[in-house]
């Protein structure tokens, strides 16, 4: 896990890396083991007077094909000095009015066993059409969960950040020396 610190430089780079007017406010960024993720909002375009949803909707479209392929090279060049120096893929995507579209963003792969019945509730998924693969039911799962505890997970995520705060402020290796008495002394 990145430190509170880490994530303050890291946020702090790509505030400072982004070139001016791309984005219409602050980027949100978003950090895990693996992936930066980097979206920002881009500018509504303007419509004639009376714009149909239809119009609207192909003008944002529109907005954010013109911008991912203006910024492509910059995008690219931030993304792969941001690897050099926090060794984590960069990820871009943008919001534009209500929709949000990613540029690139990493699948990591990820282990998991699962017991019969909990390989059965995927299988359903797939013969629903609600996913394509294990993979795909997994994620969408996965995406159920933290839509329905968008608040506990936010609680949960504070709780963590406190953690990490508490060991940053301790000893560093004294830590590891009295666990290992511990160990010891319960060994006897």
Not at 12 to 36: C, K, N, Q, Y
Not at 54 to 60: C, D, G, K, Q, S
Not at 117 to 123: A, C, I, T, Y
């Amino acid at each position: 896990m990145i430190t509170e610190k880490g994530q303050q430089e890291l946020r702090g780079w790509i505030a400072g890396r982004l070139p001016e007017g791309w984005f219409t406010e602050l980027a949100e960024v978003v950090i895990d083991r693996e992936e930066i993720t980097v979206i920002g909002r881009l500018a509504e375009p303007e419509l004639a007077p009376g714009a149909t949803e239809t119009e609207r909707e192909a003008a944002l479209e529109g907005r954010v094909t013109e911008f991912r392929e203006r910024t492509r090279m910059s995008r690219v060049e931030i993304a792969r000095e941001a690897n050099i120096r926090f060794r984590r893929q960069l990820s871009w995507g943008v919001r534009c009015g209500e929709n949000l579209t990613m540029f690139t963003h990493m699948s990591a792969p990820v282990m998991s066993r699962l017991r019969q019945s909990e390989r059965m509730v995927l299988d359903t998924l797939i013969a629903g059409g609600v996913a394509r693969s294990r993979s795909d039911a997994l994620a969408w799962c996965v995406r159920l969960v933290a839509q329905n505890t968008d608040e506990w997970l936010g609680n949960l995520r504070d709780s963590l950040i406190q953690v990490q705060r508490v060991r940053e402020s301790g000893p560093d290796a004294g830590a590891q020396d009295l666990t290992l008495e511990f160990q010891l002394e319960d060994a006897k």
